[in-house]
């Protein structure tokens, strides 16, 4: 059974800075595009950003130019470098494969985005 683990959020000023992390128990990484989704309050889960096991990346638009997604497929981790942060990325953040898979949702990291 595979094991999502999303680390990296809090709490910081607009403006300010964050990477993510996601974490899997298992070597999936090494075998589907991988992807960062958030969900804020009231609100269903977007994708944010995908990266292929080429390492060709896609953003969604409201992320483009301020959010970097990366994997390192040794250490079986993909990262979210976030940048410029605004209130509206305000969310908790997931990781799974691109397409989802039901089964490997992990309980998401909170970002927070706030003065």
């Known amino acids: 059974q595979v094991q999502v683990v999303e680390s990296g959020g809090g709490l910081v000023q607009p403006g300010g800075s964050l990477r993510l992390s996601c974490a899997a128990s298992?070597?999936?990484?090494?075998?589907?595009?991988m992807a960062w989704y958030r969900q804020a309050p009231g609100k269903q889960r977007d994708v944010v950003a995908t990266?292929?096991?080429?390492?060709?990346?896609n953003y969604a638009d409201s992320v483009q130019g301020r959010f970097t997604i990366s994997r390192d497929t040794a250490k079986n981790t993909v990262y979210l470098q976030m940048n410029s942060l605004k209130p509206e990325d305000t969310a908790v953040y997931y990781c799974?494969?691109?397409?989802?898979?039901?089964?490997?949702w992990g309980q998401g990291t909170q970002v927070t985005v706030s003065s």
């Open positions: 799974n494969k691109a397409p989802p898979r039901s089964d490997y």
């Open positions: 990266i292929t096991i080429g390492g060709t990346t």
């Open positions: 298992g070597s999936i990484f090494s075998f589907y595009a």
